[in-house]
């Protein structure tokens, strides 16, 4: 489980997807396709966002800039993200239940198995 010291939190992000479950708050993730060689920046401007609690990088062609985050109105997250000169596409997925989950912290290495020639 990830802790972030940056915002003073002292509990997992585990804890807070709980909580915003249990709370009647919203959880999302937000796809966006960043141009201009602007995800790093793009990224760093989505996290200061009050709600967004994690927000990564990807190689990929459908959306370079992914976030996470909480919320009671959609809308006005969303907008704010549209607005961004740089951001050419967005999509959004909300989470309405865990499944299931792995602590990365508990995984064990498996051996690798090699094909027989």
Known sequence: MQKSGERGWEHSTDDFIQRALLNGWR??????????????????DLFKEENVFEVSIRVNAVANVI?????????????GI??????????????CRIATKSDAATLRAKPVVRPKR
């Open 67 to 79: 976030g996470r985050a909480y919320f009671k109105e959609l809308d006005e997250l969303l907008e």
């Open 82 to 95: 549209r607005k961004n000169a740089f951001v050419e596409k967005v999509e959004f997925s909300e989470i």
């Open 27 to 44: 959880i999302g993730d937000f796809f966006v396709l960043v141009n201009g060689g602007q995800c790093l920046k793009f990224a760093k």
